[in-house]
């Protein structure tokens, strides 16, 4: 649920106080925040989907609706249709030759017939009930689409139903025989076609029907019902040699919703609508949620949640979280960067959110369900993601997020709309994004080195390295921050004893290692500050320690003008100094445009409570010029 933005949030206002030690049980109950963070999760559920399978089958032998029953008690074929639904539906088609047909309960019946006829085919031979249920498919989308229909709703359902099972069985390796999904359903005189690009079922390596998932953890799904059957597609996507400018910022496997419709060639004379080539039409649900049937217009069928589900929960990001801060890169299936989950849509300003230290962009997966589902948020805003390993040093994530919005700068700067971009922030990714507006002068140069710049002994690809790491200028595309939770000071976490010895556990990467050796054989081993390592590597935890000069430095930047800034900051138990990861003090910052203080811990970013005061900064930032 997104509060209302004309709604007070519940929040406190409270002079900033200093923080109490306790750092054993506040490292614990710290640490279980952060991995708990972004818990949503799905699961198939074959057991579920096997009795459901076999309900359906008992319902479909039992009883007809009464609109299919008038039909067959004037054709006197009811008995007939108890023992044989399909010879049964080819008696109807030839009994409607002397019969004008103009009946459309004679549409549903034929439907519900050939329903019947699919689930009566043998289990062990999914192929053979394709061909019935293509003639469902069609009869009830003819009958769904008749102005005068009396029984809609069931020819809705009959529709839904056989569409979702054409789609399974395409799929079943016992009917594709090593084929594509759509080339199998080819074989049987359906196509399936995209009504948008972005939704083409051929670039699917595989569809999962919406309903077969189960989905925890996600306060909202975004559902409605109607014509359609709700699916989740997955597009596999090669980064580095894309076929369509997108895709150089889509994920390795990305998971798309769409809503597929059967799309009949033919009518009820001569029984073309069973005969002529059947049509699954896949479309967007997201600018689409209306369908026009003949003369009615019908709502669709959506889900706007579950692709965004499935999209947080593979490649193992948890596990991946973990390694990134330790390993300080992430395994193979994971690749640091920008990442759009839909197409570029200009006009609309892009929202980058940036996660924190142990932590991916799972983070805010309920902000996205949230804001893509708001019709005035969705209207006006896109939503991007940037998944970094968090264990390297600050300024080294820092210039990847520079260098990955500057890509994207590149590709789609020529929109007015980029240039009213948007980044949020959540704990360490709120010091990335403070990065992203400030000048750094020379403060963060001599924060780190006790060399100045004019006197650094270094190779010219180590010192065009270290000058890309320390001196940066504010990205004039971003207009608007947004620190959740952050650490502009520092953490004590970082500092204690716990903290320290974690610390010493992250491996630095090869790069930094040999750009760090290089700079103490040249320059004499104290020109790295030691107040930024302590004898250990460089990396993020050490960088969040209270004392860091990098960290002081970089805090001290300030935004550049004319970008307002807002910090929300979290109490434990709306009572004690900080969020048990980042005090107050800490989270504060001179000049913001605005400052709440919600109860909470540090991953609440996501909280309803949270969320509301991103979408009433959102609504602001729509009155800007």
């Known amino acids: 649920m997104i509060l209302d933005a004309n709604r007070p949030p519940c929040v406190t206002r409270r002079p900033l106080a200093a923080e109490t030690p306790g750092w054993r049980f506040v490292f614990v109950i710290a640490l279980a ?40 008690s004037r054709h006197r074929l009811l008995l007939a249709a108890r023992i044989d639904p399909g010879e049964t539906a080819l008696r109807l088609e030839t009994a409607l030759v002397d019969d004008a047909g103009g009946d459309p309960s004679v549409l549903l019946a034929l439907a519900e017939l050939w329903y019947r006829a699919a689930l ?24 769904a689409a008749t102005p005068d229909a009396e029984c809609c709703d069931r020819a809705v359902e009959i529709h839904n139903v056989a569409v979702a099972r054409l789609l399974r069985i ?167 960067g920008l990442y759009m989950l839909r197409p570029y849509a200009p006009g609309k300003i892009p929202v980058v959110f940036v996660h924190g230290l142990a932590s991916t962009p799972v983070g805010f997966v309920q902000a996205i369900n949230d804001f893509e589902n708001d019709p005035v948020l969705s209207a006006r805003y896109q939503f991007w993601v940037f998944i970094y390993p968090t264990g390297l040093p600050i300024v080294d994530s820092a210039l990847r997020l520079r260098e990955e919005l500057g890509r994207a700068q590149a590709t789609y700067g020529a929109d007015p709309s980029f240039h009213r971009m948007v980044i949020v922030g959540h704990s360490m990714g709120g010091i990335l994004a403070h990065v992203a507006v400030s000048d750094s002068g020379r403060n963060v140069w001599d924060s780190a080195l006790s060399v100045p710049p004019e006197a650094l002994r270094a190779s010219p690809a180590t010192r065009a390295a270290v000058d890309r790491l320390l001196f940066f200028h504010p990205l004039p595309y971003v207009r608007r921050v947004v620190f959740i939770a952050t650490p502009h000071r520092g953490s004590r976490l970082a500092s204690n004893p716990v903290g320290v010895f974690f610390g010493g556990l992250v491996r630095p990467s090869a790069e930094q290692t040999a750009r760090v050796d290089e700079l103490r054989a040249l320059n004499g081993p104290a020109v790295i500050r030691d107040e930024n390592f302590q004898g250990r590597s ?43 990861v980042v005090p107050l003090w800490s989270a504060h910052l001179d000049g913001a445009a605005s400052e709440v203080i919600f109860p909470g811990f540090h991953g609440s970013e996501q909280s309803p409570a949270s969320l509301g005061e991103v979408r009433r900064i959102l609504l602001e930032h729509l009155g800007g010029p």
């Open 33 to 72: 925040a952060v991995l708990s963070t972004g818990a949503a999760r799905t699961y198939e559920a074959p057991v579920r989907i096997a009795a459901r399978d076999a309900g359906d089958r008992v319902v479909a032998s039992v009883g007809l609706s009464r609109c299919a029953r008038s039909v067959l």
């Open 120 to 143: 009566k085919r043998r289990h062990h031979n999914p192929a053979s009930a394709i061909t019935p249920l293509r003639a469902a498919a069609a009869a009830a989308a003819l009958a």
């Open 538 to 580: 460089i990396n993020a935890i050490g960088n969040l320690q209270v004392d860091s000069p990098l960290l002081q430095a970089i805090g001290r930047l300030p935004v550049a003008p004319g970008v307002p800034y807002h910090t929300i900051a979290f109490q434990f138990a709306g009572h004690a100094p900080g969020d048990l």
């Open 170 to 336: 395409a799929q079943d390796e016992r009917a594709s025989g090593g084929r594509c999904w759509p080339g199998t359903l080819a074989r049987f005189g359906v196509s399936a076609v995209g009504a948008d690009p972005f939704v083409n079922p051929w670039r699917f390596a595989a569809v999962v029907v919406a309903d077969d998932v189960r989905i925890s953890g996600m306060r909202d799904r975004f559902r409605t019902y109607g014509l359609g059957v709700p699916v989740v597609g997955t597009r596999c996507v090669d980064r580095g040699r894309p076929t369509e400018t997108d895709e150089r910022f889509f994920p390795t496997r990305l998971r798309i919703a769409a809503t597929v419709l059967a799309a009949p060639s033919g009518g009820l004379a001569g029984a073309a609508y069973r005969l002529s080539p059947l049509r699954l039409v896949f479309h967007d649900p997201f600018p689409v949620d209306l369908v026009l049937a003949g003369g009615r217009t019908l709502p669709m069928a959506t889900d706007r949640t579950t692709h965004l589900v499935l999209q947080a929960s593979q490649d193992r990001l948890p596990s991946q979280a973990i390694r990134g801060v330790f390993a300080s890169e992430f395994g193979p299936e994971v690749e640091p």
